[in-house]
Nanobody, 127 residues
């Protein structure tokens, strides 16, 4: 069982930046899919960025590509968010997938393939 705890959410104006962090218990050498997901009110949870720990390969949803960066630092998974938009407002979750489910060398953003979840951190972007 992987433990995950998110932090770094908050309120920001459009165009601003935030950095989310996720403290996790995934061992450095593990072959694990890790990802950031978000869920806005009335919408389904969606995968926005994933990272495969073995290769370092990353995936970004088109909605965040070029604005968000996923990275891993020892036992912390980070999501650097810039040029934030009001439509980025959501609860953001960190997750880990064991075993990893890969597609084309990167972790699929399908929430159903991730079995370990944090409790989430709220991000609110005002216009």
């Amino acid at each position: 069982q992987v433990q995950l705890v998110e932090s770094g959410g908050g309120s920001v104006q459009a165009g601003g930046s935030l950095r989310l962090s996720c403290a996790h218990s995934v061992v450095t050498y593990s072959r694990v899919c890790m990802g950031w997901f978000r869920q806005a009110p009335g919408k389904e949870r969606e995968g926005i960025a994933t990272l495969y720990t073995a290769y370092g390969s990353t995936y970004y949803d088109d909605s965040v590509k070029g604005r968000f960066t996923i990275s891993r630092d020892k036992n912390t998974l980070n999501l650097q968010m810039s040029s934030l938009k009001p439509e980025d407002t959501a609860m953001y979750y960190c997750a880990a997938g064991l075993p990893p489910y890969l597609r084309g060398g990167y972790c699929t953003p399908d929430p159903g393939r991730f079995g370990n979840w944090g409790k989430g951190t709220q991000v609110t972007v005002s216009s």
